[in-house]
C-alpha cells in the first residue's frame, strides 16, 4: 500500500494551494483519511479528516480556510488551502485507514510529506 502526496510549494501569504493525496495497491477497503502537518520543532498535528461518507472535521485553527474532499473511486483525498498563512508553513503528511482484506482491521497509512512554504 502506497500513499503519494503531491500538490505542495511555495506561496505568498493569502494565497491557496491545493493538496492531492492517492492511496495504491492491493487492498480491500480505504476508511478515513485525512491531512496532518508538522511544522520545524513542533509535534505533527491533525488538519483534517473525512470519513467514506464525506462526514468532515476540522482543526480551529484551518475552520474557513481549508476544505477536505475526498473522491471514493479514485481512493484519493484533496486539501484546498485559502487564505495561507505563514503559521501554516510545513510539511504535509495524508493519512489513511486502510483494510487490507475484509478479515482484518484498519491499519494506518502515511504518504510521505510535502513541504507547505508561506511566505510574508
Known amino acids: 500500500v502506497q500513499l503519494q502526496a503531491s500538490g505542495g510549494g511555495l506561496v505568498q501569504a493569502g494565497g491557496s494551494l491545493r493538496l492531492s493525496c492517492a492511496a495504491s495497491?492491493?487492498?480491500?477497503?480505504?476508511?478515513?483519511m485525512g491531512w496532518y502537518r508538522q511544522a520545524p520543532g513542533k509535534e505533527r498535528e491533525l488538519v483534517a479528516t473525512?470519513?467514506?461518507?464525506?462526514?468532515?472535521n476540522y482543526a480551529d485553527f484551518v475552520k474557513g480556510r481549508f476544505t477536505i474532499s475526498r473522491e471514493n473511486a479514485k481512493k484519493t483525498v484533496y486539501l484546498q488551502m485559502n487564505s495561507l498563512k505563514p503559521e501554516d508553513t510545513a510539511v504535509y503528511y495524508c493519512?489513511?485507514?486502510?483494510?487490507?482484506?475484509?478479515?482484518?482491521?484498519?491499519?494506518?497509512?502515511w504518504g510521505q510529506g510535502t513541504l507547505v512554504t508561506v511566505s510574508c
Open positions: 473525512i470519513m467514506t461518507s464525506g462526514r468532515t
Open positions: 493519512n489513511s485507514k486502510i483494510q487490507s482484506t475484509p478479515y482484518r482491521q484498519e491499519n494506518d497509512y
Open positions: 495497491g492491493s487492498f480491500f477497503s480505504v476508511g478515513t
